[in-house]
C-alpha cells in the first residue's frame, strides 16, 4: 500500500523558516514533487526531485529560497523553506510519481499525501 504523509507545517513570521517532511511507504523508483493550493487557487508546483537526488527542479516563485532533499534510507523527502513570504501561506502536498525523470504537472503525479498547512503571518 503506498503512503505518503506530509508534516511540519505550522504558523511562522514572515522571513522565518520551515522544514516540511514527506515520509512515504510502498514505492520504490520514485519521484517526488511539492505542490501546494492557497484558498481560492489552484494547485501550484513548488519543487520536485529524481528518485535518487541527483536532480532538482524549482518553481520560480520559491528558487533560491527553498530546497528539496531527500534521504533515502529513511525514505523521506524534504522541503527546507526559508525567507518565507506571505504569498507562500497554502496546504502543500507532496507527490510521488514511478518514473525517472522530473515533472511539474499534478496531472503527472500518481500519489498524493493528505497535505500540510503553512501560514506566514505579515
Known amino acids: 500500500q503506498v503512503q505518503l504523509v506530509e508534516s511540519g507545517g505550522e504558523l511562522v513570521q514572515a522571513g522565518g523558516s520551515l522544514r516540511l517532511s514527506c515520509a512515504t511507504s510502498g514505492l520504490s523508483n520514485y519521484a517526488v514533487g511539492w505542490f501546494r493550493q492557497a484558498p481560492g487557487k489552484e494547485r501550484e508546483f513548488v519543487a520536485t526531485?529524481?528518485?535518487?537526488?541527483?536532480?532538482?527542479y524549482y518553481a520560480d516563485s520559491v528558487k533560491a529560497r527553498f530546497t528539496i532533499s531527500r534521504y533515502s534510507a529513511k525514505n523521506t523527502v524534504y522541503l527546507q523553506m526559508n525567507s518565507l513570504k506571505p504569498e507562500d501561506t497554502a496546504v502543500y502536498y507532496c507527490?510521488?510519481?514511478?518514473?525517472?525523470?522530473?515533472?511539474?504537472?499534478?496531472?503527472?503525479?500518481?500519489?498524493w499525501g493528505q497535505g500540510t498547512q503553512v501560514t506566514v503571518s505579515s
Open positions: 526531485i529524481t528518485w535518487n537526488g541527483g536532480r532538482t
Open positions: 507527490a510521488a510519481r514511478v518514473a525517472y525523470d522530473l515533472a511539474s504537472r499534478a496531472s503527472d503525479y500518481n500519489y
